[in-house]
């Protein structure tokens, strides 16, 4: 980019072409008098429209470890309706990369993918950024936060209306500390009025070098002031997936989690297979379920590059062949209706998915380019190796922990609890094959996904899955089950029929699953501080790292990572209120 960098959809610039950081520091950082609003308090939670190339929080995050004590937390929050690439970002703001001392390669590492949602991303322990790709008009009632500062930095009204809309600023008001504060940019008289009439106070000052006037302001209303809950110690029960998980995520925000596992190893149940594909979960339209599960495949790929090797991590894509009409329809609706950048999901006819395939496809399929997969006994041990585990723990007392946080992580052992043992859960058994390579199948080069699965070999084998099976409570591997995996697979891709797989080994697990299909993640209800995470079902990798951010916002009180619509579809509450409600219409 030469220049200032300029929006392709609003023909307008990111920010002054005179001098884009001394504009952010004037308008947004010395408009809010930071740092001084945020000297003396243990948290502090900026919301800004308009995330851009970065600049707004480069530039806060700076000056926030500059001048903030070791114990303070920074929350900040972005809408971003358009994202940029890293590689965009990075050519947008080169030439302060040496003043930003390395942010912004941090930044960008970390960044998501381009798909929509709600996107956290832990800069380390005491910085958190949520960036939320979405239309600012949808995104900001599915908010829960309360916010100290606001940056509004969306593009010039006249040239982007949508961001100044009236009930943008009653919304901001809702979100809204008493005292929180807001500068921007633009004083336009739409945007005067709308603050005044949500409430704020607006004055008028110079702005930035040749412009003629910014606004800054703030709000007074009547609520008492949020505050995080400083580092406790936290019990977590069982060590599979969501178990690590929770303790890889609450060490990074600063608690000290213990591991407490039944058998003498992690992952010695449903996540201890050799290897699992990660995939979203997959809807027409969407929901509550779609913006779970969509952006935790995002997170999930970002902590995957991160891991690379240590957990085998391999990115080879993924086919989702459309077998039939629904299939079809449902995948067709998906790209359609996500808000996924094309960079990120492409609909292919069967010739496209051979190519991909590296073998002969009969089918139209779904392409997704950043699926994969990874050794999921090898990502409990990643997550969990920084953290205290004590193994041959059987809890069956909740009370005797030396604990002032419970996460119960244990599968379907969450029902032994009296106080889960309400909880309508399904156990599901799942068997994989272990098949060797043939003369055909050993040019797959992605994961094939029909109704099982089959991957690229690896050291000279595929694995091929998987049976679901709700009626059968082992998990003893089957020659029947093998069978059953072999026939799926020669029966949506013939080109591999005449190969007489050989089976070399295999592996059966039980899974969790809910009739409505949502995990269960959150407080426990009727209790003090014992939390859930459970009934992920077939996506375990990608959700229970999802869970385990939330449930950490849950525990010290911050800016939730997931939309409201989600966070109350995944509420073990709902249990309860439908029995209420079955019982009231009886």
């Not at 020659?479 to 799926?488: F, L, S, V, Y």
Request: glycine share 8%; with cysteine; proline share 4%.
């Amino acid at each position: 980019m030469k220049g200032a960098p300029r929006s392709e959809q609003f023909n307008d610039i990111y920010f002054s072409a005179e001098d884009g950081l001394a504009e952010t520091q004037y308008v947004f950082l010395q408009g809010n008098n930071l740092p001084q609003s945020w000297d003396k308090k243990d948290s502090f939670v900026i919301a800004e429209a308009g995330f851009g190339t970065g600049l707004n929080f480069l530039s806060t995050w700076k000056l926030f470890e500059e001048t903030s004590d070791i114990d303070q937390t920074l929350d900040f929050i972005s809408i971003e309706k358009y994202p940029l690439t890293p590689e965009q970002i990075k050519d947008a703001l080169h030439q302060w990369a040496e003043y930003f001392e390395g942010r912004i390669d941090i930044l960008c590492a970390l960044y998501p993918i381009r798909i929509a949602g709600f996107h956290r991303v832990k800069i380390n322990s005491r910085v958190t950024l949520t960036l939320i790709f979405d239309d600012i008009c949808q995104a900001l009632p599915e908010i829960d936060a309360k916010v100290d500062c606001w940056f509004l930095d969306g593009f010039a009204p006249s040239r982007n209306p949508d961001m100044w809309a009236e009930n943008i600023f009653h919304e901001m008001a809702r979100l809204s500390n008493n005292g929180a504060s807001f500068s921007s940019f633009t004083a336009a008289g739409q945007v005067r009025r709308g603050l005044i009439s949500a409430g704020f106070s607006v004055e008028k000052k110079k702005g930035f070098s040749r412009k003629r006037d910014m606004i800054v302001g703030y709000i007074s209303k009547k609520t008492a002031p949020s505050k995080l809950k400083k580092p406790q110690k936290i019990a977590i029960i069982g060590g599979g997936l969501a178990g690590t998980s929770c303790a890889y995520v609450f060490k990074k925000y600063g608690f000290d989690p213990i591991i407490y596992e039944a058998s003498n190893q992690l992952a010695a149940g449903a996540s201890g297979n050799a290897l699992g594909l990660y995939n979203p979960r997959f809807s027409k339209a969407r929901d509550a379920l779609s913006d779970f599960f969509a952006p935790a495949y995002a997170q999930f790929i970002s902590m995957a590059k991160q891991a690379g090797d240590l957990i085998e991590y391999r990115p080879t894509g993924a086919l989702h062949l459309m077998m039939d009409d629904n299939k079809a329809i449902r995948y067709q609706s998906m790209a359609q209706n996500w808000m996924w950048h094309e960079d990120h999901i492409k609909i292919l006819d069967y010739k496209q998915a051979s190519e991909i395939a590296g073998i002969n496809i009969e089918y139209a399929a779904l392409f997704l380019p950043d699926a994969g997969s990874v050794c999921p006994k090898k990502l409990c041990n990643y997550y969990a190796q920084d953290c205290e585990v004590r193994f041959n723990s059987k809890i069956s007392d909740l009370s005797s922990l030396d604990a002032d946080v419970i996460i119960l992580a244990n599968g379907p052992g969450v029902n032994y609890f009296k106080i889960l043992q309400w909880l309508d859960i399904d156990r599901v058994r799942g068997q994989v094959s272990v098949l060797n390579e043939t003369p055909k199948s050993k040019f797959i080069k992605c994961n094939i996904h029909y109704s099982g699965y089959i991957s690229p070999a690896y050291n000279g084998q595929h694995m091929v899955g998987s049976t679901f099976e709700k009626w059968i409570d082992h998990t003893k591997v089957t020659d029947k089950d093998h069978q059953a995996n072999i026939e799926t697979l020669e029966n949506y891709l013939p080109f591999l029929k005449e190969e007489s797989f050989e089976i070399d080994a295999g592996w059966a697990g039980m899974r969790v699953a809910t009739n409505d299909r949502f995990p269960v993640i959150g407080a426990v209800p009727e209790t003090d501080d014992i939390y859930v995470s459970t009934a992920f079902g077939s996506h375990g990798l990608v959700g229970s790292l999802a869970g385990a951010h939330y449930l950490a916002d849950l525990v010290r009180n911050g800016p939730k990572s997931l939309s409201q619509k989600s966070y109350n579809a995944l509420n073990p509450k709902r249990f309860l209120d439908r029995a209420k409600k079955r019982g009231h219409n009886q």
